[in-house]
C-alpha cells in the first residue's frame, strides 16, 4: 500500500511511517518545512519539501499512486508555546488536501486529532480549529464517499526529540537553561502515550480497514508535577518550573474500543519507560551536538555540494588559464586546446550544471586571450570561423554533463535501491532473528509441557473430591494459580430465580471486599449471563462487577458461582478466558459428582426423613471447615442450639432454626447428641447479630467454637 503523509513534521507521522515502512509499504510526505528532518536513517521514504498547493498535491498524489493519506496537525495538537503561525492555516491547508484527494479518487483517510477535544473546557482558539478539521473531514468522507479514520490522542513521548511536542519543550528549554514552562497545573493528569504504541494502533486499525473516530489511550496517567520531575531528573535542572492555570483530568481508563476491536494495548507506559525514552532522546541530541561542534570548515563546505563543486572548478580554470598563458610560445603544445581539456574534465566529473560554468569561463577566457591577440571585436562577431572553438566548448560542456549526470543518476538509482535491498535485508534479518527466537522459546515450551501434564493431573486429581465445601476451597486455590489473579471466590446460588449469591469460598485476601450475599438481579449484565449458562467478561471495567464469573451448571440450572477478581489489564484475553472456561467446566463436572454422591448417600449423612446431619457426617463437616479455615482463612462459627420454651426434638429445633440458614449453613448431631449448628462466615463481631435473629425464633445459641 502507497501511504502519503501532507503536513508539519509530526512525531506521530514520523513514528507511524516507520512502522508502515517496516510493513513493506512504501512512504511519501508532503511537507513545507524546509530542513527539519522527517524521519531517522532506517526509513527511505520519498520527501517532497514544497509548499502544499492543489497543483503540488495533484502531481504527488498521481506520481505516487498514494491509496492512503493521512494528515497531519501536530502544531494544533501539543500543548507547546511555539508559534502556530508558521504553519499557517490548519483549515485552508486540510481544505486543499481533502479536495485535491476527492479529485485523485483517494478513498482511506487518516486525521491526526487531540483527545483533548473531549473536554470543553480545555478548548483554545488551536483546538476549536483541529474540531471544526474532523468536522470538515466527516463531511468531504460522506460526501465523496471516502474512509475516514479520526484518531484521537494523548500527549506523545518518543526516543526522538527532533519534534515539536510538549516533552521535546520541556528538554529543549531545560538544557537551554531557559525558564521550563508548561501549561497545565502540577496536579493535572496527563495520558502520554509512546509513539511507537500509537503505530502499532494505527497498523491494527488499517488491517481492519476500520472508519470512524477512534481515542487512543493509555490508561495510565501521570501528573504534570510527576513529567516535569522526570524530565528534570533526565536533564539534570534544579531550577524552577512554571505550570499554567489549566486543570486537565484525563480519562484514566484505556482505549477500550480499540482494545476490543483488535487486541492493543500500550507497551511502554510513561511511569515505567518515560525516563529511559527521556535519556535516549537526550543522549541522542548530545552526540548530534558533538559532530556539530567537531565539524571544521572544509567538513561544513563539502556539505554544500554545488559550491564546493563550484570552487573547485574555478580553481581547476585557473590551472588551466595560467597553463593556457605559459604555452602559448610551446611549439609542441601548438595543437593541444587546454581550455577544451578543462571543459570536459569538469563536464564529465562534476556534471551538467558545472559543465556550463566550465563552458562559460572557458569561452570567456578563449574571447580574452584573442583580444589581446590584437584581433578587432567586429572579427570576432563576424567571421564565422571564430564561433567553433565557442561551439566545441559549449558541445563538449553539455554532452559531458549529460553523459555524467545520466551515470551519476543511474549510479544513485541502483545505489537508493541497493539501499533499500540492504534495509529490507537487515529487517528480514532481524525477524528471521525473532522467529528462530521465538521457535527456540515455543521449542522449550513444548518440552517443558511434557511437566505441564504432571500440572494438570495434579489439579485433576486436587478437584477430584465428592466433599463439596473441599472441592469449592481448592477451587478457589486452583483458580488463583491458573488466572493469576489477586482474589477468587466460590458462590452457592440459591433462591426461586437463583439470584442470590452465598459466599461459601474465596481468597483470604479478598474477604473484606465480598458481601456475604449478593442480589444478582442488582447487575443485570451478570445475571443475563449467569443465567445463560454463559461466561461473563467485565470489559467494561464496571465498578462492583468481578473481572470474570461463570456459573456451575446441572443441566439447564445454575447451582454455583465461580468468581475472580482484580486480574491485570494485560489478562483480559482469549486465552485466559478459555482457561477459565476450561477450569469451571472442570469444577462442575466433579461438582455435579459431589451433588450426585450426596443424593446417593442421603440416608447416610441425614437422620431420617431430615436435612440434619447424623453425628460421623456433622463431625466430618467440622473437620472440613477447620482445615479451610486453617488454609484459606474461611472464618465459621460453631454453637449448641436450645430451645428456649424446653423442646428438645431436634426437628422442632431445625423447624425454627431453618428460616435463618443460608445455603451454606448447617445443622448437625453434636458429640453429646445435642443439636449443633455450623455458621459459614460469622465471626466474633457478628455472633450478637445472629442470636438476636435466633431469639426472635424461640432459640439459644452457645458458641463452642
Known amino acids: 500500500m502507497n501511504f502519503l503523509f501532507v503536513g508539519a513534521c509530526d512525531t506521530a507521522g514520523s513514528s507511524i511511517a516507520t512502522r508502515m515502512y517496516r510493513e513493506g509499504h512504501h512512504i511519501a510526505w508532503l511537507t513545507d518545512e524546509p530542513t527539519l528532518p522527517l524521519w531517522g536513517d532506517k526509513i527511505h521514504g520519498k520527501v517532497f519539501r514544497s509548499s502544499i498547493t492543489p497543483k503540488t498535491c495533484k502531481q504527488i498524489l498521481e506520481g505516487e499512486a498514494a491509496d492512503y493519506l493521512i494528515f497531519l496537525t501536530a502544531p494544533w495538537r501539543e500543548k507547546t508555546s511555539r508559534s502556530k503561525s508558521a504553519y499557517g492555516s490548519l483549515l485552508s491547508t486540510l481544505n486543499v488536501v481533502l479536495r485535491t484527494a476527492a479529485a485523485a479518487k483517494t478513498k482511506r483517510i487518516c486525521l491526526l486529532s487531540s483527545d483533548q477535544l473531549a473536554d470543553d473546557h480545555l478548548l483554545n482558539p488551536e483546538l476549536e480549529e483541529l474540531r471544526a478539521a474532523e468536522r470538515m473531514a466527516a463531511s468531504f468522507s460522506k460526501q465523496n464517499n471516502m474512509s475516514l479514520l479520526i484518531l484521537r490522542m494523548g500527549l506523545l513521548f518518543s526516543d526522538d526529540i527532533t519534534t515539536a511536542t510538549l516533552v521535546e519543550q520541556l528538554i529543549h528549554d531545560m538544557t537551554e537553561d531557559d525558564v521550563p514552562r508548561i501549561p497545565f ?77 483488535t487486541g492493543w494495548m500500550p507497551f511502554y507506559l510513561f511511569t515505567e519507560k518515560g525516563e529511559l525514552f527521556l535519556q535516549k532522546s537526550l543522549s541522542r541530541k548530545t552526540v548530534v551536538q558533538e559532530e556539530e561542534e567537531r565539524r571544521t570548515w572544509l567538513q561544513v563546505l563539502r556539505s554544500h555540494s554545488f559550491a564546493w563543486a563550484t570552487i573547485q572548478n574555478f580553481l581547476l580554470f585557473a590551472v588551466a588559464a595560467t597553463t593556457s598563458a605559459l604555452t602559448e610560445d610551446w611549439s609542441d603544445l601548438r595543437y593541444v586546446d587546454v581550455r577544451l581539456l578543462y571543459v570536459v574534465i569538469i563536464a564529465i566529473t562534476f556534471g551538467m550544471r558545472q559543465g556550463l560554468i566550465a563552458t562559460a569561463l572557458a569561452c570567456c577566457s578563449y574571447a580574452v586571450s584573442l583580444l589581446n591577440s590584437g584581433i578587432d571585436l567586429s572579427y570576432l562577431l563576424y567571421n564565422v570561423g571564430t564561433w ?78 465428592t466433599d463439596q465445601r473441599m472441592l469449592m476451597a481448592r477451587t478457589v486455590r486452583v483458580a488463583e494459580q491458573v488466572m493469576n489473579c489477586e482474589g477468587a471466590a466460590f458462590y452457592i446460588l440459591a433462591g426461586k430465580r437463583h439470584q442470590w449469591a452465598r459466599l461459601s469460598v474465596c481468597s483470604a485476601a479478598w474477604s473484606p471486599n465480598l458481601q456475604r450475599s449478593k442480589d444478582l438481579t442488582s447487575m443485570p449484565t451478570l445475571y443475563t449471563r449467569i443465567m445463560d449458562g454463559k461466561i461473563f467478561v467485565n470489559t467494561d471495567l464496571m465498578a462492583g462487577y468481578p473481572s470474570m464469573a461463570m456459573p456451575v451448571m446441572q443441566g439447564s440450572t445454575p447451582k454455583a458461582l465461580v468468581t475472580i477478581y482484580n486480574i491485570p489489564l494485560e489478562n483480559f484475553t482469549t486465552d485466559y478466558e478459555n482457561r477459565f472456561q476450561t477450569l469451571v467446566q472442570m469444577i462442575q463436572d466433579y461438582l455435579v459428582k459431589a451433588l450426585e454422591h450426596e443424593r446417593k448417600n442421603r440416608d447416610r449423612l441425614f437422620l431420617p426423613g431430615t436435612r440434619i446431619y447424623n453425628a460421623k457426617a456433622f463431625s466430618k463437616e467440622l473437620e472440613t471447615l477447620r482445615t479451610i479455615d486453617k488454609e484459606f482463612g474461611c472464618p465459621f462459627s460453631l454453637g449448641r442450639l436450645n430451645c428456649t420454651d424446653g423442646a428438645t426434638s431436634l426437628k422442632a429445633l431445625y423447624k425454627r432454626a431453618e428460616p435463618l440458614l443460608r445455603s451454606t449453613d448447617l445443622i448437625g448431631v453434636g458429640p453429646d447428641g445435642s443439636a449443633h449448628a455450623l455458621f459459614l462466615y460469622v465471626d466474633d463481631s457478628a455472633r450478637a447479630q445472629l442470636s438476636a435473629r435466633l431469639a426472635s425464633k424461640g432459640l439459644s445459641v452457645t458458641w463452642e467454637d
Not at 220 to 246: D, F, K, M, N, Q
Not at 409 to 416: A, G, K, N, P, S
Open 185 to 261: 497545573t502540577a496536579d493535572s493528569e496527563l495520558d502520554l502515550l509512546c509513539a511507537s504504541d500509537l503505530a502499532e494502533a494505527f497498523l491494527r486499525l488499517v488491517n481492519l480497514n476500520t472508519m470512524g473516530t477512534h481515542t487512543v489511550l493509555t490508561g495510565s496517567p501521570v501528573t504534570a508535577r510527576t513529567l516535569c520531575t522526570s524530565v528534570a531528573h533526565v536533564a539534570h535542572y534544579s531550577g524552577e518550573i512554571e505550570y499554567g492555570g489549566t486543570q486537565y483530568l484525563c480519562d484514566e481508563r484505556p482505549s477500550d474500543e480499540i482494545r476490543l476491536l
Open 388 to 465: 567553433i572553438p565557442f561551439i566545441i566548448y559549449g558541445v563538449a560542456g553539455a554532452f559531458g554533463g549529460y553523459w555524467s549526470d545520466k551515470k551519476n543518476d543511474e549510479y544513485d538509482t541502483l545505489q537508493r535501491e541497493k539501499d533499500e535491498l540492504n534495509q529490507r535485508y537487515d529487517l528480514l534479518k532481524r525477524l528471521y532473528r525473532e522467529v528462530v527466537s521465538l521457535k527456540n522459546q515455543l521449542q522449550k515450551q513444548i518440552v517443558v509441557s511434557k511437566e505441564s501434564f504432571t500440572r494438570m493431573y495434579s489439579i485433576m486429581s486436587e478437584l477430584d473430591s
